[in-house]
């Protein structure tokens, strides 16, 4: 079994999706945070005004920041090396298919990952799954809508589902990074 979980967040400029401004990555090995990662990036599209006003990040905040095909040699090998885990991993793995694409980046077919929303909404039935009030309810620290604070609170809750018995292999699924 792969006990190596890539729990990651990205930010985007606009409404299509289809390009990052920020993205966190928190690595999880045997049950603990061993890595983390954080990338403004320039993508190269205009940013909505919602976007901007949602993260903090406006195009003269990512002026001099590299894009993606910069970023994505750095994280590559490890976003290669274990299961993807996003807070609703469908947007996340998605922008990050959009992102591959625009800019004709070859990856994987597929790749495994696990969505946390998803998982907590069978462990924790009932309750909201927002990452924000996840956080308020196992007490962890949030800059709600910054890449690295969403990753980070992210692994923490993935670590609190483990840590409360839970298998998180049962939550795998397959993801096409194709088009």
Known sequence: MNNRFIVFD??????????????????????RIVDDFFSLINPEQPFDRFNSMLTGIYEETVFDAPCFPEVWEKIEPIM??????????GFDIGVLRKCL???????????????????GRSLLPGISHRLNDMCDYYGICLN????????????????????????????????RMDF
């Not at 606009?14 to 993205?23: G, L, V």
């Not at 290669?80 to 991993?89: D, E």
Request: proline fraction near 4%; aromatic fraction near 8%.
């Open 10 to 31: 990205v930010e985007t400029p606009n409404r299509f999706n289809s390009r990052m401004s920020a993205i966190g990555i928190c690595v999880l090995e045997d049950g």
């Open 80 to 89: 290669s090396s274990g299961i993807l885990v996003a807070h609703n991993a």
């Open 101 to 119: 694409k625009s800019y004709d980046i070859g990856w994987k077919p597929k790749v495994k990952g696990i969505c946390t929303v998803i998982m």
């Open 144 to 175: 709600h809508h910054r890449a690295d604070s969403d990753s980070h609170a992210a692994a923490e809750i993935l670590l609190r589902y483990m840590g409360s018995g839970a298998d998180p292999v049962k939550y795998i699924r397959t993801y």
